[in-house]
């Protein structure tokens, strides 16, 4: 009898350990589907991060090159802008530079033109010789005769007749 009750209580004591290993089976089976649930929630959110890290990625890859294309853009139009004032600044001086060339031409001219009209000033003045041999002076250049004018200078009426007006060699008055 012993030994009955033995089995008994062994028997009872195997269903309750059998029970009891359904629930912890039962028990672990839940936590394992909560664990992949768990996982699965931890996989999405760690892939929703990625595609978010990925987009910003993205966005500022494509801000960068926007930027460097604008930068590239600028600098091309600063380039251009800066031989643009080069050249501009070129072309101004060449201008300034034949603005004097021009004006110290006609400097020379004038200069070389009052010197031709001294020149022939001293050309009109009467000799002693000419004066002595004759009451009246001739133009040494035409011949015709000279006369006096009011700055007490010769000059020859058909050689310093300018548009009408009598002008005098040397002081460059207008009578």
């Known amino acids: 009898m ?17 029970e009891e290993k359904k ?18 929630k931890r996989r999405q959110a760690i892939a929703s991060r990625q595609e978010k890290y990925d987009k910003a990625n993205l966005d500022f ?27 501009e600044l070129k072309r101004r001086e060449m201008e300034s530079y034949e603005q004097r060339l021009k004006a110290a031409e006609e400097k020379m ?13 001293q050309n009109l003045l009467p000799t002693k010789a000419h004066i002595e041999n004759t009451n009246q002076m001739e133009c040494p250049i035409c011949s015709s005769p000279c006369k006096l004018l ?16 009598i002008t005098c060699p040397v002081c460059e008055k207008e009578y």
């Open 150 to 165: 009011f700055c007490q200078h010769y000059f020859c009426t058909s050689c310093h007749i300018n548009n009408g007006k």
């Open 23 to 40: 629930r912890h089976e039962e028990e672990m089976r839940k936590l394992e589907e909560e664990m992949e649930k768990a996982n699965k």
């Open 61 to 87: 890859q494509r801000r960068q090159m926007e930027r460097e294309q604008r930068d590239q853009e600028l600098s091309k139009q600063r380039d251009h802008e800066r031989k643009h004032t080069e050249e």
């Open 109 to 121: 001219q004038q200069l070389q033109t009052r010197k031709l009209r001294e020149d022939d000033h």
């Open 2 to 18: 012993a030994e009955i009750i033995k089995n008994i209580l062994s028997r009872e004591e195997k269903l309750k350990l059998d």
